[in-house]
C-alpha cells in the first residue's frame, strides 16, 4: 500500500477543528485579526492556600473570529507559534496584560500579578527581553507583577534557555513552570534554572481523588517543590474535594473552576471585591 505523508495543510486540518481553513488562508486570516484587534485577554484567578485571597492571574488568550464566534486558544496557538505570528500576538498579550494591571490599580484594587504564557518560538524571539523591557517602563508598571509561565521542554534546554531566563530573573520577573511533570524532565534543570513557582499539571489534579499514584506523584512533587524553596500551585482545582486535599498536601495555590472560569478585567474587579473563600 502506499504510504501516506501528511502535507502541513493536511496536518493543521486535523488540528484546528474550528478553523476548517487551509494553512495559508488561516494564517491570512490570523495577520487579519491581529490588524482588525480581534484578540481579547481573559484572566483566571489564582488563591491563595492560605490567605484564601485572589493573589494574582493567568492571562488566556481567545480569538473572536467575525461570523465564528470565540476560538479557543488550542486551536489557533499551534498555527501562531508554526507561521511565526506568536510573536506579535504574544506582544499584543503583554501589552493587554499591562493595561489590565494598571485598569485594576485604577479601580483602587491592590495590584493582581498577572501570569503569562510563553510558546517557545516566542522565548527565543531576538529582543524578548527588549520587548518586556520596554513594555514594561512605557506602562510604569512593576516587573515584579508579571509571571512568564513557559514549560519543561523549554527549560530543559540548558545552554540556550538559561541565559534568557536569567535576564528575564534579573529584570525582576517571576518564572514559572507550566503543566510540571507532565514532560521529560531530568529535573536537575530545577536547580540550575531562576525557577519561582511549579505548577501542578490538571491532569494529576483531575485522577487525584480516584487514582493513588496521581496523589502521591502530586505529593511527591509538593514535598520536592518546597524543598528547593518553589512554590506551588495547583491548576485545574474543580471541586472542593480536590481544595481540601491540596491544602492537606501543602500546595501552595489554586486555580481551576471551582474557584472561577477565566473572565474579563472587568469581571476580576466584581471577583475581587465580592470573592468569598467559602
Ligand atoms: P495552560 O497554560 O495550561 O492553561 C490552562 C488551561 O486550563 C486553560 O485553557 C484554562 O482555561 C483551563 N482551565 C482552567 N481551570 C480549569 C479547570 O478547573 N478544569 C479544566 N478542565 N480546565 C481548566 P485555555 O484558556 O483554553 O488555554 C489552553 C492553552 O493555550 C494554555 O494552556 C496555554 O498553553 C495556551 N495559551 C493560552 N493563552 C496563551 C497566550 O496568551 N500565549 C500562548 N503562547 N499560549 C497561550
Ligand atoms: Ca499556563
Ligand atoms: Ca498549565
Ligand atoms: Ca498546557
Same mark, same amino acid.
Given at each position: 500500500a502506499k504510504r501516506e505523508k501528511k502535507s502541513t495543510f493536511q496536518f493543521y486540518r486535523d488540528q484546528l477543528p474550528a478553523v476548517t481553513e487551509g494553512y495559508l488562508e488561516t494564517e491570512a486570516l490570523l495577520r487579519? /485579526?491581529?490588524?482588525?484587534?480581534?484578540?481579547?485577554?481573559?484572566? &483566571?484567578? &489564582?488563591?491563595?492556600?492560605?490567605?484564601?485571597?485572589?493573589? *494574582?492571574?493567568?492571562?488566556?488568550? =481567545?480569538?473572536?473570529?467575525?461570523?465564528?464566534?470565540?476560538?479557543? +486558544?488550542?486551536?489557533?496557538?499551534?498555527?501562531?507559534?508554526?507561521?511565526?505570528? @506568536?510573536?506579535?500576538?504574544?506582544?499584543?498579550?503583554?501589552?493587554?496584560?499591562?493595561? /489590565?494591571?494598571?485598569?485594576?490599580?485604577? /479601580?483602587g484594587i491592590s495590584p493582581l500579578p498577572v501570569s503569562i504564557n510563553l510558546s517557545i518560538r516566542q522565548f527565543y524571539q531576538a529582543e524578548l527581553v527588549q520587548m518586556i523591557t520596554? @513594555?514594561?517602563?512605557?506602562?510604569?508598571?512593576? +516587573?515584579?507583577?508579571?509571571? @512568564?509561565?513557559?514549560?519543561?521542554?523549554?527549560?530543559?534546554?540548558?545552554?540556550? /534557555?538559561?541565559?534568557?531566563?536569567?535576564?528575564?530573573?534579573?529584570? *525582576?520577573? $517571576?518564572?514559572? %513552570?507550566?503543566?510540571? *511533570?507532565?514532560?521529560?524532565?531530568?529535573?536537575?534543570?530545577?536547580?540550575?534554572?531562576? #525557577?519561582?513557582?511549579?505548577? #501542578?499539571? &490538571?491532569?494529576?489534579? =483531575?485522577?487525584?481523588? $480516584?487514582?493513588?499514584?496521581? =496523589?502521591? %506523584?502530586i505529593e511527591s512533587i509538593i514535598l520536592l517543590g518546597h524543598r528547593l524553596n518553589k512554590v506551588l500551585i495547583a491548576e485545574g482545582v474543580e471541586t472542593r474535594e480536590h481544595v481540601d486535599v491540596l491544602g492537606q498536601l501543602g500546595c501552595d495555590m489554586f486555580q481551576g473552576y471551582h474557584f472561577s472560569k477565566p473572565i474579563s478585567k472587568n469581571a476580576i474587579i466584581d471577583y475581587y471585591t465580592t470573592f468569598n473563600f467559602d
Open positions: 487579519k /485579526a491581529i490588524k482588525k484587534n480581534e484578540f481579547v485577554l481573559l484572566y &483566571q484567578p &489564582q488563591i491563595d492556600a492560605v490567605t484564601k485571597e485572589i493573589f *494574582g492571574v493567568e492571562a488566556l488568550i =481567545r480569538w473572536h473570529r467575525e461570523g465564528h464566534g470565540i476560538i479557543p +486558544p488550542n486551536d489557533f496557538i499551534p498555527l501562531a507559534e508554526e507561521s511565526g505570528l @506568536i510573536v506579535p500576538i504574544g506582544k499584543w498579550v503583554f501589552e493587554e496584560a499591562v493595561r /489590565a494591571i494598571n485598569f485594576w490599580k485604577d /479601580a520596554s @513594555i514594561l517602563t512605557e506602562a510604569n508598571i512593576d +516587573p515584579a507583577l508579571i509571571t @512568564i509561565e513557559i514549560t519543561e521542554s523549554i527549560a530543559m534546554d540548558a545552554t540556550s /534557555a538559561l541565559p534568557i531566563l536569567k535576564e528575564l530573573k534579573a529584570l *525582576g520577573l $517571576t518564572i514559572s %513552570i507550566d503543566d510540571f *511533570g507532565t514532560g521529560y524532565s531530568s529535573l536537575s534543570y530545577l536547580k540550575k534554572f531562576p #525557577i519561582d513557582y511549579l505548577k #501542578i499539571d &490538571q491532569s494529576f489534579v =483531575r485522577d487525584m481523588t $480516584t487514582n493513588k499514584d496521581d =496523589r502521591d %506523584i
